[in-house]
DNA sequence: TGTTATTCGTTATAGTATAACATATCAACT
DNA sequence: AGTTGATATGTTATACTATAACGAATAACA
């Protein structure tokens, strides 16, 4: 499985298709992809990195909004909650889902090196769900992540 | 493999057992379990929870201690880096590490009735391994975390 | 004992997140 | 169209988490 993040592509289709299936999937399930959730959803797919929610503030106030802190966290937790968006532990940051309309585990693949984060996602016999299988604790939410050198910034560190 | 924390034990000798093996491993690799690193571990190990910087600092204040933050983030900081605690990401918190001694990529099982914390830890062949693998990122640092019930908290749910 | 590296004390400040409440907008029904 | 209840936004204030910076004290070593 390769991630999705590190590899070359075409990323304004990629920027398209996204917001395109959140549209699809709101529109499906009667939610409100309102103008500033939106907004928030194009700052975060605008490049494969992880976004503070202040940086997104400051760029929501360069668009000419004024906005408060409150209106960031709660476009992320609408994006976050309803599966569009990660939140990023390890950077108290947040990142466009890379494979958004399937409920998934997320794995995130931080570079240290060029703050991007690829996305893959976890089978169901990982660590994780071995450890809960035998333990009896009900898992409801899984973090995994992972932070080294993108394939690119190898090269580059030779 | 049966996480370690929720488990019913002798909790009197799980935190000796910790202190012992950390005054080992110190006395060994010629690190410095100064009094307050050894204090902040003492009450990280009291309880199988994640404890939160702020917490550990009142509660050297109520030792008589005169403390200031840095003064606990800079005991976390050799906690963590040595392997004694993990930072729990989701917390922003800290729990002792329940298998000191060897290199590992901690699996922490998080409950979020009850806010203990089990440790596990994982295998070789995790879903990070393979995407890694496949990918050709290169991990320098894990981190899984599960939130969830524990098996106590299932029970008195039902 | 002098030298160097590490740790600690202290002040200030940066960065992240939420509580609380007023106002506005939307959606569904009468 | 007007009423109503639910959802979303505007706004102020504050809580929580973490680090920078620098000098003083202490430990390790020659
Ligand atoms: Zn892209
Ligand atoms: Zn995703
Ligand atoms: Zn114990
Ligand atoms: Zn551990």
Redesign the interface.
Known sequence: ???IG?ERHDHADCVEAAIAAADARCTENGLRLTPIRRRVLEILLSRHCAIGAYDILDILKSDGVKAQPPLVYRALDFLTGHGFAHRV??L?AFVACAVPGQRHAP?L?I??TCARV?E????DD???G???R??????????????????TC?ENAT
Chains 1, 2 share one sequence.
Do not use: I, K, Y
């Not at 893959?120 to 089978?123: N, V």
């Not at 035998?134 to 394939?151: H, I, K, N, Y």
């Open positions: 499985m390769v991630p590190f532990e390890r108290n794995v693949l570079c240290r690829a893959t996602h976890a089978e990982t660590a994780l071995r450890a809960t035998d333990s009896g604790f009900v898992v409801e939410r899984a973090v995994m992540e992972a932070e080294g050198l993108c394939p190898q």
